[in-house]
């Protein structure tokens, strides 16, 4: 590249890094989401940054009007007293344990943000619904009875993983399968879905957009893809499945670059390769949760190479780009419909990111 091309793509990056993780329609806001209803459920794929910066805006803004908001997240319930001191500034938001499937530093900055509402006197409230890994469950029913607790005469926007957030799909009657947002439905409770899915890219400002499944055709492609092998069972209107799905996608811009020989000028659309990348030290707590997803076939952040094959296995498809390398891995449902479950992002031979799809 020469130095023009390369002084055009410095600043365009520049431009990207400096606006922020992600940009969203000024529309697009918690009480859009809500409608009439009285429950949110927010669907995600764990360890996406956007979704908590996501969550963290939105429920700012909202609170700012005057409204009042009870969140509920995929934290045990057991934390719910440490978490109560965070959330007043009694002790650090470290001291919130998290399951390792979940947490990651953006999620904690979205509690900092919570919390800072809260001591600055806002009408907010935040409660852990996760059953405590000490207790054999069910997690949809534990969820269930915890949101129940929870809930008064003021709104609740619930962040769980998108299969919790499926309104319908065609399942047995077995009570026991049945999933947090079926449960609530059940109940008469007024519940709106949104689902969460990201496209493949790496970059370093995401937009989001949503898919009405009422309107949009579009929305069947991306909502079978948040919710992975349920999408076996999906009943024949996308609308029953959830109410819409927020679909992240790289910002396309365009780069001029002049080609010094020749003179030509070309305007091309590209992706630019930066990632908002979480870089950890190995540290013992670090390689303790490393040690575990190798038992457990999932993958870590700050693991190398060669622990991920470990954990996961020869990868489907290698992608590679200077110093960053990208791994997919390919499953299947039932029916034999097949989709990237995992897709992990590694820099410098270190594992900084990942996608669950499952």
């Not at 091309?268 to 540290?283: F, G, H, P």
């Not at 094959?309 to 990208?326: F, Y």
């Amino acid at each position: 590249m020469n130095k023009i091309s390369f002084f055009l793509l410095s600043a365009a990056l520049a431009f990207l890094i400096a606006k922020g993780a992600y940009s969203q329609d000024g529309t697009l806001t918690l009480s859009s989401l809500f409608g009439t209803n009285q429950i949110l459920v927010v669907g995600e794929s764990y360890g996406q940054s956007e979704s908590a910066d996501f969550l963290a805006k939105t429920v700012a803004e909202y609170i700012a009007e005057g409204n009042c908001l009870v969140v509920g997240l995929e934290i045990p319930s057991d934390q719910q007293e440490a978490l109560d001191s965070a959330m007043r500034g009694k002790v650090s938001i470290s001291d919130v344990e998290i399951d390792n499937v979940i947490d990651h530093d953006s999620y904690r900055e979205m509690l900092v943000s919570f919390s800072d509402q809260i001591i600055a006197g806002k009408c907010l409230s935040v409660y852990a619904i996760n059953p405590p890994s000490s207790i054999l469950v069910t997690k949809d029913a534990w969820m269930e009875q915890e949101v129940v607790k929870i809930i008064n005469d003021k709104p609740v926007v619930l962040l769980v993983g998108n299969k919790h957030a499926v309104k319908d799909y065609n399942s047995t009657d077995d009570e026991s399968s049945k999933l947090l947002t079926q449960r609530l439905r059940a109940r008469s409770f007024g519940v709106a879905s949104v689902l969460q899915h990201w496209m493949p890219g790496l970059c370093g400002t995401k937009t989001v957009k949503l898919y009405d499944t009422t309107t949009d055709a579009k929305s069947k492609i991306y909502v079978k893809a948040a919710i992975g092998e349920l999408s076996a069972a999906m009943p024949e209107k996308v609308s029953m499945v959830s109410d819409g799905v927020l679909v992240w996608s790289c910002e396309r811009i365009t780069v001029k670059e002049v080609d010094t020989e020749v003179g030509d000028v070309t305007n091309r659309k590209l992706i630019i390769d930066v990632s908002k990348y979480e870089v950890v030290e190995r540290d013992e707590d670090v390689l303790k949760k490393i040690r575990w997803g190798i038992k457990h076939e999932y993958p870590i952040v700050g693991m190398s190479m060669d622990e991920a094959r470990e954990a996961m296995g020869e990868p489907d498809k290698i992608e590679k780009a200077d110093n960053v390398e990208q791994w997919t891995y390919r499953c299947s449902d039932e029916d034999g419909f097949d989709y990237d479950c995992y897709v992990l992002r590694f820099l410098d031979g270190s594992l900084v990111k990942f996608n669950d799809s499952e």
